[in-house]
Nanobody, 124 residues
Framework: QVQLVEAGGGLGQPGGALRLSCTVS????????MAWYRQAPGKKREFVAA????????KYANFVKGRFTISRDNAEKTVFLQMNSLKPEDTAVYYC?????????????????WGQGTQVIVST
């Protein structure tokens, strides 16, 4: 059974940076595209960024383009989200997912199970 463990959240200042990590266990990360999602209070979970299984293709939601960077280390079974130029509206619980998914449809976030996520709060 695949387990996803997100970490790295916390309190960030507007204009600051945070780096999230997602460790995957129980699965073959090398063949799995991965993505980050987020859910703000009172809102639906939304797609943030995705990376193909080999890391050669990436895509981002418009609201994070130029600020966030997704990357992966298949040897360490870890996916990262570097968040720069943080804004208060980035405040949310951030989740990763991807096992069993298709890179071209990851935006849907249609997965049966999720990790606990990591809370990001952007505030002064």
């Amino acid at each position: 059974q695949v387990q996803l463990v997100e970490a790295g959240g916390g309190l960030g200042q507007p204009g600051g940076a945070l780096r999230l990590s997602c460790t995957v266990s129980g699965g073959r990360l090398r063949v799995t595209p991965m993505a980050w999602y987020r859910q703000a209070p009172g809102k639906k979970r939304e797609f943030v960024a995705a990376v193909s299984s080999g890391g050669g293709s990436k895509k981002y939601a418009n609201f994070v383009k130029g600020r966030f960077t997704i990357s992966r280390d298949n040897a360490e079974k870890t996916v990262f989200l570097q968040m720069n130029s943080l804004k208060p509206e980035d405040t949310a619980v951030y989740y990763c997912n991807g096992p069993g998914g298709n890179y071209y449809t990851l935006e849907s976030g249609n997965f049966g199970s999720w990790g606990q996520g990591t809370q990001v709060i952007v505030s002064t």
